[in-house]
């Protein structure tokens, strides 16, 4: 990208020199405003009963239909007193009538005004009554909710096992019961069955590595042999590579074992420190801003996850390419954003990236560099600690993936 140009919309702006600290972000382009919007009563309406809870729109039920029930109540008693006074004066003669007519008016508004004011206490009382009982009648639906969300932040083990009448509430918890067995069961199979067969496979890999290396160590060897030794052993490594990735796939899915204070900076650090020497041999460009960025999590994971993103960024740069790579705070939340240069992905291409087994174009396309796994453990890890991660194309190519993972006193919480 050159210098002075605006990123297409869609993609994000490279970091250029001397602005390694400050975080990408995606403009979204701005869009037209409807020609038929509505008013602004209305949307204030809208918008207040929209966000009105359950128990809320109950008591307004409530509230009224007594007052509906309330005023037709009036309109009967002002008719019946009407009708009585009017038939206990018939008998009198008409100078008599005219005489009481006033009076007869008073006590019809007396009437009227003391019913509507009896009318206007008595609601008040029924609504903060019906706010009660919505309150007990939801309270089994509040246990769910919490029930729920407990289990899709923690296991599916638990069960709501709601006691009680044999009511629609209660035959929504056994139906919510049942779906969590269901579930337990099919996701505990799959991770089994994922976890088996990767350490089935480990051995016979093993045995193979061990006899071609011993194969390709004797003296007589050929060099065609030679060359098919160490085509087999690269398809080994692969597959090795391929079924720790499935392991770790399959351990990241899993609830959360361990839980420590863990610096995501110092995870950064740690990383780059690994692959040093593979970054001093390439020509690429390392730009770093480490910053301070607790959370609390399971430290192996986030190494991987690191791993993971710095691995990609090497794996699929190009030549003469920049590696820029930032932890610390972004909006709010500890967060690691690594930006890498590269070919240029489309964005309708970039969801495809954390599919397992999925490439995008180019050289994402050799199978022999990467199991394809790689931005698949990077989200389940994250979704294993309650995170979010984003991916946007770089204008000029390459790619910006963003980390936000729940802080320490938020996770402590919880």
Same mark, same amino acid.
């Given at each position: 990208?050159?210098?002075?140009?605006?990123?297409?919309?869609?993609?994000?702006?490279?970091?250029?020199?001397?602005?390694?600290?400050?975080?990408?972000?995606?403009?979204?382009?701005?869009?037209?405003? $409807?020609?038929?919007?509505?008013?602004?009563?209305?949307?204030?309406?809208?918008? &207040?009963?929209?966000?009105?809870?359950?128990?809320?729109?109950?008591?307004?039920?409530?509230?009224?239909?007594?007052?509906?029930?309330?005023?037709?109540?009036?309109?009967?008693?002002? /008719?019946?007193?009407?009708?009585?006074?009017?038939?206990?004066?018939?008998? *009198?003669?008409?100078?008599?009538?005219?005489?009481?007519? *006033?009076?007869?008016?008073?006590?019809?508004?007396?009437?009227?005004? &003391?019913?509507?004011?009896? /009318?206007?206490?008595?609601?008040?009382?029924?609504? !903060?009554?019906?706010?009660?009982?919505?309150?007990?009648?939801? #309270?089994?639906?509040?246990?769910?909710?919490?029930?729920?969300?407990?289990?899709?932040?923690?296991? /599916?083990?638990?069960?709501?096992?709601?006691?009680?009448?044999?009511?629609?509430?209660?035959?929504?918890?056994?139906? &919510? *019961?049942?779906?969590?067995?269901?579930? *337990?069961?099919?996701?505990?199979?799959?991770?089994? &069955?994922?976890?088996?067969?990767?350490?089935?496979?480990?051995?016979?890999?093993?045995?193979?590595?061990?006899?071609?290396?011993?194969?390709?160590?004797?003296?007589?060897? %050929?060099?065609?042999?030679?060359?098919?030794?160490?085509?087999?052993?690269?398809?080994?490594?692969?597959?090795?590579?391929?079924?720790?990735?499935?392991?770790?796939?399959?351990?990241?899915?899993?609830?959360?074992?361990?839980?420590?204070?863990?610096?995501?900076?110092?995870?950064?650090?740690?990383?780059? %420190?690994?692959?040093?020497?593979?970054?001093?041999?390439?020509?690429?460009?390392?730009?770093?801003?480490?910053?301070? !960025?607790?959370?609390?999590?399971?430290?192996?994971?986030?190494?991987?996850?690191?791993?993971?993103?710095?691995?990609?960024?090497?794996?699929?740069?190009?030549?003469?390419?920049?590696?820029?790579?930032?932890?610390?705070?972004?909006?709010?939340?500890?967060?690691?954003?690594?930006?890498?240069?590269?070919?240029?992905?489309?964005?309708?291409?970039?969801?495809?990236?954390?599919?397992?087994?999925?490439?995008?174009?180019?050289?994402?396309?050799? #199978?022999?560099?990467?199991?394809?796994?790689?931005? %698949?453990?990077?989200?389940?890890?994250?979704?294993?600690? $309650?995170?979010?991660?984003?991916?946007?194309?770089?204008?000029?190519?390459?790619?910006?993936?963003?980390?936000?993972?729940?802080?320490?006193?938020?996770?402590?919480?919880?």
């Amino acid at each position: 990208m050159r210098p002075g140009e605006r990123p297409e919309p869609g993609q994000v702006e490279p970091t250029r020199p001397g602005d390694t600290g400050t975080w990408r972000r995606l403009t979204e382009p701005a869009t037209p405003r $409807e020609s038929g919007e509505r008013s602004a009563a209305s949307e204030h309406l809208h918008r &207040f009963t929209d966000n009105l809870s359950l128990r809320a729109r109950l008591t307004l039920i409530y509230g009224m239909l007594f007052f509906a029930a309330g005023s037709v109540l009036v309109l009967v008693n002002y /008719l019946i007193v009407a009708l009585l006074l009017n038939a206990l004066l018939t008998e *009198d003669s008409a100078a008599e009538l005219l005489a009481h007519r *006033d009076l007869i008016e008073e006590v019809l508004t007396l009437v009227t005004r &003391f019913s509507l004011l009896a /009318l206007f206490l008595v609601g008040l009382l029924a609504v !903060a009554l019906g706010y009660v009982v919505a309150g007990r009648a939801l #309270s089994p639906l509040q246990k769910i909710t919490r029930i729920a969300r407990r289990l899709s932040e923690r296991s /599916l083990h638990e069960r709501i096992a709601l006691s009680g009448p044999e009511d629609e509430i209660r035959e929504l918890a056994d139906t &919510f *019961d049942g779906m969590l067995e269901r579930l *337990d069961r099919a996701f505990d199979g799959q991770r089994r &069955f994922v976890a088996n067969a990767s350490h089935e496979l480990r051995t016979p890999l093993a045995i193979s590595r061990t006899l071609l290396e011993v194969a390709l160590s004797a003296p007589d060897v %050929s060099s065609d042999l030679k060359t098919v030794g160490q085509t087999l052993l690269e398809t080994n490594a692969r597959h090795e590579r391929l079924i720790d990735g499935l392991l770790l796939l399959a351990k990241s899915d899993r609830e959360l074992e361990v839980r420590a204070r863990v610096d995501l900076g110092e995870v950064v650090g740690t990383v780059l %420190s690994q692959i040093d020497g593979e970054l001093e041999e390439s020509d690429l460009t390392l730009r770093q801003d480490l910053r301070p !960025a607790h959370v609390l999590g399971d430290p192996v994971l986030l190494e991987r996850l690191v791993g993971n993103l710095v691995e990609n960024a090497v794996k699929y740069n190009v030549e003469a390419g920049e590696i820029t790579i930032r932890s610390g705070l972004y909006e709010g939340m500890p967060a690691v954003q690594v930006e890498n240069s590269g070919k240029v992905i489309p964005a309708y291409e970039i969801e495809g990236l954390f599919e397992p087994f999925r490439r995008s174009t180019g050289d994402r396309l050799d #199978s022999g560099r990467s199991a394809g796994l790689g931005l %698949s453990i990077v989200r389940s890890v994250v979704q294993a600690h $309650e995170g979010v991660v984003t991916a946007w194309p770089r204008a000029g190519g390459g790619l910006v993936v963003t980390v936000c993972l729940p802080a320490v006193e938020s996770s402590e919480r919880r």
